[in-house]
């Protein structure tokens, strides 16, 4: 079977660079092109950390596009209080021997969806949905064309992470999040819900570290760093990695569960903004629009992870 296509929309982030560096080892998917996200650090910078991730993984080959500069209304909220000042703290990452392309982030995911079969591209959003959006808005025939979103964001069980009802990258961009989840287009949302049951334990970043490579080594730097705020928040040692989780899923969707739902993205309150109103119960009646995921079979999806890095240089 040949691999599956996905494109990666994302703002690296310490656990977007684990998700890149999950699809890059895996033969089942074939990223087709990268394109950088204003989120936890300005485009300027997710552009840039990108490259230096495809570079660690020894794919600079791979195209990567800077896109929208901002979200469609709000002002752009950043999370170096997370992530550091660059956004990708915790190792010295090469420099990246490629430069972007000179196009905008929007139009290579409107060219790439374009140009390839209908129903093959899968398009991965790890941060704010505004280049999914835009793209949307501008070449709305794509909709139909692509093949699924499978997108990290959200939270309706467990609430939020940057407000009491409204996680990050949804907080970030509301507007981006209404468009695409009222596009059509088949969705699956791998909120907070799920991703906080994806657990890195210091026992599991030992095994990552006597894998020995050099993408091993800095991917357990990227981790350590995370850790700080992890330990803040919860107060352990362990502590989620929530984009990697989009990846996991598509390569392995029997270690996540989940039930298909109706959910609408709150837009006008300004106590709730950004909250993934999930109709768990189906209580409206309305048509499933997404796939949202709660579960997950930790160990599993680690030890994916493992041995999909450790195959990298
Ligand atoms: C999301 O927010 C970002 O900080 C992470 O990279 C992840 O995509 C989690 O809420
Ligand atoms: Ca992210």
Excluded at 6 to 34: K, R, W
Excluded at 46 to 57: D, G, H, P, S, Y
Excluded at 98 to 103: E, F, G, K, S, W
Aim: aromatic letters at 8%; charged letters at 20%; hydrophobic letters at 40%.
């Amino acid at each position: 079977m040949s691999p599956r296509k996905i494109i990666i929309d994302t703002d690296p982030g310490q656990d977007d660079a684990f998700a890149m560096l999950l699809a890059l080892g895996s033969p089942e998917l074939e990223v087709v092109a990268v394109t950088a996200i204003a989120g936890n650090v300005p485009v300027s910078k997710t552009e840039r950390n990108a490259r230096q991730i495809l570079e660690l993984a020894g794919r600079p080959d791979i195209r990567v596009a800077p896109g929208c500069t901002r979200p469609m209304v709000k002002p752009l909220k950043t999370a170096e209080y997370v992530h550091g000042d660059s956004g990708l703290e915790g190792w010295e990452l090469p420099e990246p021997s490629t430069p972007a392309l000179p196009v905008h982030g929007v139009d290579l995911i409107i060219d790439t969806v374009m140009a390839a079969p209908a129903g093959e591209i899968t398009l991965c959003p790890l941060g704010p949905l505004t280049n999914i959006a835009m793209a949307l808005i501008k070449e709305p025939r794509i909709a139909p064309r692509l093949r699924e979103i499978v997108l990290m964001g959200g939270g309706y069980f467990e609430g939020g992470n940057t407000t009491p009802s409204a996680e990050f990258n949804i907080f970030v961009d509301p507007h981006a999040a209404h468009v695409v989840f009222t596009s059509g287009v088949p969705l699956t949302m791998v909120p907070i819900d799920c991703t906080y049951k994806a657990i890195l334990t210091p026992a599991w970043l030992e095994r990552l570290k006597a894998v020995g490579k050099r993408t091993a080594l800095a991917a357990a730097g990227l981790a350590e760093f995370y850790q700080r705020y992890g330990n803040q928040k919860f107060g352990t040692d362990s502590y989620p990695l929530h984009d990697p989780c989009v990846i996991g899923y598509l390569l392995r969707p029997g270690i996540f569960g989940g039930r298909k739902c109706f959910v609408e993205i709150e837009i006008t309150s300004p106590v709730t903004m950004g909250a993934t109103v999930v109709d768990w119960w189906n209580v409206t009646k309305r048509e499933p629009n997404c796939m949202v995921l709660r579960d997950l079979d930790n160990p599993a999806f680690y030890d994916l992870m493992l041995e999909r890095i450790a195959r990298l240089p």
